[in-house]
């Protein structure tokens, strides 16, 4: 499974910005996908996930109320909608699946997700 992250970019704080998760040529509809992000000098920390066919979505408590996740099985795509950025949230954002016959089976570790995109990375200035 080849993932791509994309969207990343530089913001002032407060602005908003949209990551793209897609999976080239093949469907991520039977997978569960999470985003999680690795600041300079920290480990990679959970963000946000959202189960197969969109039963289940979880949020770190940092972003909830801010990031939406959401999918669009017909185009591949995981998009994590990201509002009121602030610097704290500057970090290398990562998509990750993790192929799973429940539409409930929604990990928040990243030990748990198998495949993996290459990163994108998103600034933001105060």
């Known amino acids: 499974v080849q993932l791509q992250a994309s969207g990343g970019g530089m913001v002032q704080a407060g602005g908003s910005l949209t990551l793209s998760c897609t999976r080239s040529g093949r469907t991520l509809m039977n997978h569960a996908v999470g985003w999680f992000r690795q600041a300079p000098g920290k480990e990679r920390g959970f963000v946000a996930a959202i189960s197969r066919s969109s039963v289940l979505t979880y949020y770190s408590d940092s972003v909830k109320g801010r990031f939406g996740i959401s999918r669009d099985n017909a185009k591949n795509t995981v998009s994590l909608q990201m509002n009121s950025l602030n610097p704290e949230d500057t970090a290398v954002y990562y998509c990750?699946?993790?192929?799973?016959?429940?539409?409930?089976?929604?990990?928040?570790?990243?030990?748990?997700?198998?495949?993996w995109g290459q990163g994108t990375l998103v600034t933001v200035s105060s």
């Open positions: 990750a699946a993790l192929a799973t016959a429940s539409t409930r089976h929604l990990p928040r570790t990243a030990e748990a997700y198998p495949y």
